[in-house]
């Protein structure tokens, strides 16, 4: 497969109801995208404000004291302990990484890139750009013979799913079965909602007690684009096996893959910040905690959802059925078709946007 054979853009799908949405009279309620509408911490915009002097190239593996944060940051928020800045790399957001890891982990034709069934598309054009097969699974006994690439999604978009230490556990040790490396996108972590994780740190892959302190096959990704709201900064890393790390350096100094030094001085400070990770994820809980109840008040089943951005949530019709009623009441919603075959009926409500947008859609849809 080439890029020229890649399919239409999927959300390029969603533009009629989008038009339709726009026309109610109270305007818009676009809850179909995770992007983030809240300002940028005023902490991450002073350091980039003050990093503008940024007259020589930047180096690929990242600053010192980015490294340094990272590593940090990981212990700190992640309970990952044991990491050396040459098991970290910042990349520029994490979807260009998703895209590229297979071309530069060596994969091709004969090798098969497992997914989850509910998934950010990416995943599987990664695989499919280098010739590689993609397979949606759940269940490590499901990983088939071949598979070199699996990918873990914890919390997961759509569905908000998120993986316990039990279920990490098994999956690295399948993909070592298997000769594969398992890549963990853990860019919900900080937004933890129901159950344990209302209070318990999402694990990573990296975490001691799903790695036993070897994480030889294992990567860790994250992006602060949720967490900060730098998604306008493509600000993102990944961390783990310092044998892996060091080959994707290499590539990436070839493919010129270098993250701005302005926006590296900026993660520094981010990383280094939790107060306004804090006040970010109280803004989303309580847009959360208005949209769930009004979306059960109208008839939605919701799945999973226990953390990150979404609501997965199913009006048990087909996905387009639902998003063209929603759109009679100006509301946008993402299909489940987008996010692979397993589930043309559900919709993913994003809680990205303002609490005035939230609160209208709460009132169109439960008609007060």
Known sequence: MSVRDLADYPWDAVAPYAEK????????????????????????ARALREAT??????????????????????????????LAPDSVLPTI?????????????????????????????????????????????????DYP????????????????????????????ARARELGAVVVSDECYAELGWDGPWASETVPSVLDPRV???????????YSLS?????????????????????????????????QPLPVQQAMVAALGDDDHVARQKDLYRRRRDVLRP???????????????????????EDAWETLGRLAELGILAGPGHFYGTQFPQHVRFSLTASQERIDAAAARLTGS
């Open 226 to 258: 949720k967490q900060s709201n730098l998604a306008g900064y493509r600000a993102a890393f990944l961390a783990g096996d310092p044998t892996i790390v060091a080959r994707l350096l290499t590539a990436r100094k070839h493919l010129g893959l270098m």
């Open 211 to 221: 790695s036993e302190g070897d994480v030889s096959g294992l990567l860790s990704v």
């Open 145 to 172: 013979e071949g598979t070199r690439l699996v990918w873990v999604n914890s919390p997961g978009n759509p569905d908000g799913r998120v993986l316990d230490v039990a279920e990490l556990r098994r999956i690295v």
């Open 21 to 44: 949405a726009r026309r109610h009279p109270g305007g818009i309620v676009d809850l179909s995208i995770g992007s983030p509408v809240d300002p940028t911490p005023e902490v991450v």
């Open 294 to 316: 009004a979306l059960e008040r109208a008839g939605f089943r919701i799945d999973h959802s226990e953390a990150g951005l979404y609501l997965w949530a199913t009006a048990q």
């Open 53 to 82: 002097d940024a007259h020589a190239y930047p180096q690929t593996v990242g600053t010192p004291a980015l490294r340094e944060a990272i590593v940090r940051w990981y212990e700190r928020r992640r309970g990952v302990t044991g």
């Open 93 to 141: 957001g994490s979807k260009e990484l998703v895209a590229l890891l297979p071309l530069l982990l060596g994969l091709g034709a004969g090798d098969v890139v497992v997914h989850p069934r509910a998934a950010y598309p990416t995943y599987e054009v990664g695989a499919r750009l280098v010739g590689a097969t993609p397979a949606a699974a759940d269940d490590p006994a």
